[in-house]
């Protein structure tokens, strides 16, 4: 496993994570646990900044909650001085229920219902993402509604392929999200936008996907947007205050994965948009970004406790631990790849090619194929690393199998910032049937 942030390997061969003896951690909170590094968290968000302000750009650096979203790390990301994007009712009540400032929160989603448009606009939130005509027309009747002018940007497809898997790929023309710009609908959509009196439109928005180890993509994309903000100029007199490029800037899994700084993204996108601005002279908008992974992804590690075992003679052994695609359902989806290592043993010899089982009643439910380890028994902690994006986000209850608890650990201190679910909260919702009379 590599080790990076405070990871290390401490006296007693334990991982230890923010100063915490990871076997202590499962002992006192119990395992599955995921374990967040808030310090790399603060370092990364703190990473984006410093290069915006190196840039000479206005900017919001745009923390994507769907990568993890709870309380704590609402409240983390205000430290930072950060901007927060939600996609749900449920990630905007979460942010609010923090006391995260709703002028600060921009709101995204192909799909926004009119409950969740009236909840964002009576909390006065900063940014609507629109993503079609639909949401254009609720929108803006919602706010005449209420008497009130919005701030929106307008979320494009500009027919990018990010070289990524094809279901995190969202910039390509053929996607559910946004407004194309090749087929024009991204050039009316601003036309429309500015007709419209209960919105004020702040610029333009992509997001060409996710996990992505290059900057060609963004550059594309931001040639693409700055071209289409030509055209508007041209057709409506429109200059944007504001252009959005998205997240998706990748992070490290696993061997082979070679993710740029954020530095090296910020560079790349403020470099571009400031060549295309001025050389179409136009004046130069405040950026945003929208990172979640790179944020999130790599300062979180799943503990697990290892059960039992099953070995296929010449074929493979199985270890199973007692999680799986409950707690991280990327490899079934994606089929992502991580590192682990036997947190209780770190220093020992991998001498063994396991796979990591999950516990769910699936054929497809596994967390690693082929990963060396010191032979693990039964009764070993195993850690797996870089889970803390879209591992708690996407957890489920699968097989009515219970949400591990979260924990923050930084200068030796753990802080439970989510409880473990219990058998209770499982079928609180439940009711039973009435008994018949017959
Ligand atoms: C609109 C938008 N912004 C930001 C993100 C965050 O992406 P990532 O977590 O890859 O940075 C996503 C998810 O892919 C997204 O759809
Ligand atoms: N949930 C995905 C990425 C989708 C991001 C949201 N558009 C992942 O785990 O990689």
Redesign the pocket.
């Known amino acids: 496993m590599y080790l990076h942030g405070t990871s290390r390997i401490n006296q007693l061969g334990h991982l230890e994570i923010g100063g915490c003896d990871a076997v202590k951690l499962a002992q006192d909170y119990g395992t599955p646990l995921y374990v967040y590094d808030e310090e790399l968290i603060r370092n990364k968000c703190r990473a984006y900044v410093t290069a915006f302000q190196e840039s000479g750009f206005r900017f919001q650096v745009?923390y994507?909650s769907?990568?993890f979203c709870t309380m704590a790390m609402c409240a983390l990301i205000e430290e930072e001085g950060l901007s927060l994007?939600v996609?749900s009712g449920g990630e905007l009540y979460t942010a609010l229920s923090a006391g995260y400032p709703a002028d600060k929160i921009h709101f995204?989603g192909n799909n926004k219902s009119p409950d969740e448009i009236v909840q964002a606009l009576d909390a006065n939130i900063g940014c609507f993402?629109v993503d079609n005509f639909y949401e254009l027309e609720l929108l803006n009747a919602l706010a005449c509604e209420r008497g009130k002018r919005v701030d929106i940007l307008l979320?494009t497809t500009p027919g990018v392929e990010a070289h990524t898997h094809e279901y995190?790929s969202?910039g390509q023309q053929d996607s559910k999200?946004g407004f194309d710009i090749k087929s024009g609908q991204a050039i009316e959509a601003i036309s429309r936008s500015l007709a419209l009196p209960g919105l004020h439109l702040l610029g333009v928005?992509s997001?060409i996907?996710?996990?992505?180890f290059e900057t060609d993509g963004f550059v594309i994309a931001i040639k693409l947007l700055i071209e289409l903000l030509a055209d508007a100029k041209e057709k409506d007199g429109f200059e944007p205050t504001v252009l959005n490029v998205?997240?998706?800037?990748?992070i490290r899994y696993v061997d082979g994965d070679t993710p740029l700084e954020p530095g090296d993204y910020v560079r790349a996108i403020t470099s571009t948009v400031r060549t295309e601005c001025e050389s179409r002279n136009m004046s130069l908008p405040e950026l945003w970004i929208?990172?979640?992974?790179?944020?999130v992804?790599d300062a979180g590690t799943t503990l697990y406790t290892v059960g039992s075992s099953k070995t296929i003679p010449g074929l493979r052994k199985y270890v199973a631990v007692n999680g799986g695609m409950t707690d991280n359902l990327r490899p079934a989806l994606y089929q992502a790849q991580y590192e682990a290592a036997l947190a209780n043993r770190m220093n020992e010899a991998e001498l063994e090619i396991v796979s990591i089982a999950g516990k769910c009643c699936e054929s497809g439910d596994m967390l690693i194929w082929d990963v060396s380890l010191p032979e693990p028994k039964a009764g070993d902690i195993l850690a797996v690393s870089s889970t803390g994006?879209?591992g708690y986000a996407m957890s489920n209850n699968y097989n009515r199998i219970a949400r591990p608890a979260v924990i923050f650990v930084k200068d030796g201190e753990a802080t439970e910032v989510v409880a473990r679910e219990t058998m209770q909260d499982l079928v609180k919702n439940d009711k039973l049937l009435q008994k018949q009379n017959r």
């Open positions: 745009t994507a769907k990568a994007d996609v995204h993402v979320r995190i969202t999200f928005h997001h996907g996710s996990q992505i998205g997240g998706g800037f990748g929208e990172p979640g992974r790179s944020i992804g994006a879209y």
